[in-house]
């Protein structure tokens, strides 16, 4: 089962899906791919940022999971999360929007082609989930990218933005129960009215 490890699970698994499709041919080494915030990324060239954490609605889980004869497991949580994956080029500054450009192009194509984390592909975290994830590009206006982009004393910079989803948070709560072990039926007659 699937852990509080899955969240991190899902961010490693696109820096991997990432890596693969980029190194070397876009980006010279698996290094210039990672998780980070747009103010503190080091020498990052293709940054992938966890922006938001939201629950699911379209899966509510209501049911219990027998764990043996005398447990159960309360229902899991499911979550969507939202990425922000933004390119930056360290090129001289007459091709730096050139080269974003070709890495945010390739970006798109790489998930597009992988656009769900099967755990045949990225490992048993993922072949333990009820649902496998899917990556979704998501549509938004420009105005809503920069208020989420919120870096002070730096512009917006041309970003992606993906939701992966539904993501499944296993509980950890486990409440003992107790079987039926045996019956009492009293048979009888009831009593009209007025007798």
Known sequence: MSDFNIISDVGEALVRLLREGLVPEIIPNTEG?????????????????LYDVRRNTTIMDTDRISIGTKQQR????????????????????????????????????????????????????FSELQYEPRIELLDMETEEKTRIWN???????????????????????????TRVRETDITVGQIPRSGE
């Open 151 to 177: 870096t002070p004393d730096q512009p917006y910079r041309l970003s992606l933005f993906y939701k992966v989803h539904p993501v499944e948070l296993v509980s950890e709560k486990i409440t003992g129960i």
């Open 74 to 125: 309360m229902p899991s949580t499911f979550l969507d999360l939202y990425y922000m994956i933004t390119a930056y080029s360290s090129s001289d500054i007459k091709f730096r929007s050139l080269e974003e450009a070709k890495i945010i192009g390739r970006t798109i194509q790489v998930l597009e082609g992988t656009s769900v984390l099967r755990g045949s592909i990225f490992g048993k975290p």
């Open 33 to 49: 791919i990672g998780v980070c915030h747009p103010s503190d990324r080091g020498d990052i060239t293709l940054g992938i940022c």
